[in-house]
């Protein structure tokens, strides 16, 4: 096919979104930087419509995201004017960043810090003089985060700037001030990208100088900047894996915090970030916040009285056997997960999982079935209690008990596999849908031996 064919091939592909067909055409000799009858470059387009798996595919295959379009700006400015931090970092991740020129450098950042000193909302009326009322919806911007997409006077942005702007300083070398970029992220909440664009860029500054200056906002008065420490400490040991970066501060630093700490929010998040360390501490303090008024502290408190899913002391035992009976049926959830393989507490838990699958709340039914379902019990109480959850309205709750039955090979398994219905995509490699193809397999096979 000739390169013309190639290249509206190209342009068909990124204009239905399809990631794939773009790397097979590109990897067939269709120029990334293909243009369509304007002269504005499929990147654009892909940049446009907030496209991040299209624009990752293109600039892996060449594109260039400085190239010039009929009015002068580039992709990347596009992109940075258009508040996707997802977007902005899916260009740079190859090694587009060091190619900038210094002016252009400049000039990103310029732009991103004037969209996130104005605003979105009024950046876009001072650009385009509309005076109407804005539309924004809120949209994930990198299906975990959380952004709001502007539209006025015909053009639409995501108010991401915060985290575009902390991005482009990160990539660009850029020695922004600690207390600076927290501030960026505490304007808004954990769940947006700012946010979490903020926590990741200081994370990957592995300095001790960094480090000091972010656990410096424990102490600060505002629960939000505490927060913030829990969340960076969070994921700097959940990166790094097997070498943590100042570990065993942190360790120390989370266990005095976790005894200190008044606002019942932080603390369930220190305590979260607290038990991803092995710290000679962390049962002591988990022992001693067993009883703490703040039901989301008490969700946390199991998990710091067992190694591996092994209770570590009678008294973590003792503490996990009230916390089964506690009167939030989320901490009762947590408890029986976190027990549910010492055979002394067996019986307490498979009494308090029964009870919570008649639970009001719909996910405390999905916590039992999906604990019923893989418990040592063998009782017809147990095996009861999944088939009556077979009626629940969600599908994942039907599946756990249907699983459930077919470990213990019951008979209404084949009833559950009915229930539960069709898994659609995704659920290829799932242990329960396996455990349900296995057991009609292995049923259909006897009926017919």
């Known amino acids: 096919m000739d390169r013309d064919g190639l290249e509206d091939r190209l342009s068909a592909a990124v204009g239905r979104g399809d990631a794939d067909a773009v790397r097979g055409l590109l990897e067939s000799g269709a120029d990334p ?69 210094g002016p252009t450098r400049d000039r990103l950042l310029s732009s991103a810090r004037t969209w996130y000193a104005n605003g979105a909302e009024e950046e876009l009326r001072r650009r385009t003089g509309a005076s109407g009322p804005a539309v924004s919806v809120r949209v994930s911007d990198d299906g975990y985060d959380y952004v709001d997409q502007v539209s006025l006077g015909g053009i639409t942005v995501r108010a991401g700037h915060g985290a575009v702007l902390t991005a482009l300083e990160g990539d660009f070398r850029v020695p922004t001030p600690v207390d600076e970029i927290i501030d960026r992220a505490v304007r808004t909440d954990e769940d947006h990208v700012d946010w979490w664009t903020a926590c990741w860029t200081l994370s990957r500054r592995r300095s001790p100088e ?59 998040k220190v305590l979260d970030t607290y038990t991803e360390h092995e710290h000679p501490r962390l049962e002591s303090v988990g022992l001693r916040l067993c009883t703490h008024p703040d039901p989301r502290v008490r969700r946390e408190v199991p998990y710091a009285l067992v190694d591996e899913l092994v209770i570590t002391s009678p008294a973590s035992r003792a503490a996990l056997a009230t916390l089964v009976h506690d009167p939030d049926a989320g901490v009762r959830a947590v408890a029986c997960r976190v027990g549910g393989r010492d055979s002394e507490l067996l019986p307490d838990i498979t009494r308090a999982l029964l009870a919570l699958a008649t639970d009001c709340d719909p996910l405390a039914r999905h916590a039992a079935a999906e604990q019923l379902a893989i418990s040592s019990d063998r009782s017809a109480a147990v095996a009861d209690t999944l088939a009556g959850l077979l009626d629940e309205e969600d599908q994942l709750t039907r599946l756990e008990a249907a699983y459930g039955l077919a470990l213990r090979d019951d008979p209404r398994t084949a009833e559950g596999i009915e229930r539960v219905g069709d898994l659609g995509e995704g659920f290829q490699h799932d242990h329960r849908a396996g455990a349900l193809w296995t057991w009609q397999w292995e049923r259909n096979r006897t009926d017919f031996a």
């Open 33 to 101: 930087n293909t243009s369509d009858v304007d002269g504005v470059s499929v990147l654009c387009a892909a940049v446009a419509a907030y496209d991040t798996a299209v624009v990752s595919a293109l600039v892996e295959g060449g594109a260039d995201p400085d190239l010039a379009q009929p009015d002068g700006s580039t992709p990347l400015e596009r992109a940075v004017d258009g508040g996707s931090p997802d977007v902005v970092v899916a260009m740079l991740a190859t090694d587009a960043a060091p190619r900038l020129s």
């Open 210 to 268: 960094t480090w000091s200056a972010v656990v410096a906002h424990r102490s600060h008065a505002a629960p939000e900047h505490r927060r913030f420490v829990a969340l960076y400490l969070w994921l700097l040991e959940s990166a790094i894996g097997d070498i943590p970066f100042r570990s065993a501060e942190s360790g120390d630093l989370l266990a005095v915090w976790a005894l200190e700490e008044t606002d019942g929010g932080v603390l369930a």
